[in-house]
């Protein structure tokens, strides 16, 4: 008999998602949780509701990254004078101030990286709904690059929070936040419990039904 | 309930991968999605404890003293990792206030404090209450401390302000690039697997 590879849920196993720990997938008692004997975690054979938790959440992404992006996120007056920055008019100044290299770190950080975290986790979800043949292999990559990549995005709030303490000089120069930080802000944390509460087995078991 | 010592599921996509015998400095992957399921390290309660220890005096300092000065024309302010969460406060964005405080304070200073917690009473082979809980709540928390953002959110801060004033670097930085270093190199050299396996024989 040919040895067939076996996922843990098709061998009745469930891993404990916090301690990897394997445990035999015995049914419960209705209302009780079935729980991790070395670690007390929650067991799951898949993240619960992982689909429809993940649309949610990157859906309140987007519609944060609305006034995350209208509203300004800081203001920098010099002699009394300034206008609020949001944070693409704050990147272009910086490319317009010649200060080339930190516009594109906070370009990656502010703009891509959250862009490209709903972008691909809109396609992840896609993928399993409709069942693509996109490369499983290629999309667990593409899933934990964006899962590692998230909490770079917080930079321009921690630069804020930076500046706006160090840069308290009165009239002559000072920074203030403006509210469209705590929307970015809120983007931020939104989309990575997103990538979070996508379970990236999902992509396999789809993949798996097909053979 | 049944265990199943030599099997491993992967994380990633949940096939059942058989472990190899325990050999130190050894990564296995998983064979159908290529994803680490376990790397074993050297020595990993001793270095670990070593670092984790470190970074605590380290935190302190920087929490302390001041990271940066800023001078214009004779006036002069300086920011302490916390002053930016108070600020926050006060110009009346509570949420990203928060924000900052528990990513950049509560979260890596508690990390720390926990594997403190749980390294040393394996060391000393003492044992105390609420470990395995406490281990389970350091990998819920792993993914909210920030302090590698927050440090290149200090060099772009720097570089930002040098048009208009300048800018000098405080003993807390020094501190700070210190604990990131050793914060990094901790969760390079802890081996949870060991230290699952070691809770749950000393329970």
């Known amino acids: 008999m040919k040895k067939k590879r076996l996922t843990a849920r098709e061998a009745s196993l469930i891993s404990c998602h916090i301690c990897g720990k394997l445990f035999r997938d015995i049914p419960v008692a209705k209302g009780k949780r079935k729980k991790c004997a070395r670690c007390g975690a929650t067991l799951h054979t898949r993240k619960p509701e992982s689909l429809a938790r993940t649309w949610a959440l990157v859906i309140s992404g987007l519609i944060l990254y609305i006034p995350a992006n209208v509203y300004p996120i800081m203001t920098v007056t010099q002699f009394g004078r300034g206008t609020p920055d949001t944070i693409i008019s704050g990147i272009i100044a910086l490319f317009n101030n010649g200060l080339w290299s930190i516009g594109v770190i906070i370009f990656v950080a502010s703009v891509l990286i959250p862009v490209l975290k709903l972008v691909v986790l809109v396609l992840l979800l896609l993928s399993v709904h409709f069942r693509w043949k996109w490369n499983p292999r290629q999309r667990t990559l593409v899933y934990k690059i964006v899962e590692k990549i998230g909490k770079w995005s917080m930079l321009d709030i921690f630069m804020i929070s930076i500046l706006a303490a160090l840069v308290k000089l009165g009239f002559l120069l000072n920074v203030t936040p403006n509210r469209g930080a705590s929307a970015f802000g809120a983007v931020v944390v939104v989309t990575m419990f997103a990538s979070m509460s996508f379970d990236p087995r999902l992509i396999w078991d789809r993949e798996h039904d097909h053979e | ?203």
């Open chain 2, 1 to 203: 309930m049944m265990q199943h010592q030599h099997l491993i599921a992967c994380r990633e996509c949940d096939l059942l991968n058989v472990t190899k015998p325990y050999s130190p400095e050894d990564i296995s992957r998983c064979s159908r999605c290529g994803s680490l399921l376990h790397s074993s390290k050297i020595n990993s309660i001793d270095r670990t404890l070593a670092l984790v220890i470190a970074g605590l005096m380290f935190f302190l300092i920087a929490c302390c003293y001041p990271l940066l000065n800023l001078k214009v024309v004779g006036a002069e302010t300086t920011n302490k990792m916390i002053t930016g969460v108070i600020d926050l406060y006060h110009y009346g964005l509570k949420d990203c206030s928060l924000m900052v405080f528990m990513m950049t304070i509560i979260v890596p200073f508690i990390k720390l404090a926990m594997l403190l917690y749980i390294l040393l009473s394996l060391k000393l082979n003492i044992n105390v209450p609420g470990r395995l809980f406490i281990f389970r709540m350091y990998h819920t928390l792993d993914v909210w401390g920030m302090l590698d953002v927050y440090m290149l959110a200090i060099i772009v801060a720097m570089v930002k302000l040098v048009d208009f004033a300048t800018v000098s670097t405080g003993i807390g930085l020094y501190a700070f690039i210190v604990l990131i270093v050793i914060s990094l190199s901790a969760s390079a050299t802890l081996d949870h697997h060991l230290i699952w396996e070691k809770l749950e024989e000393s329970r």
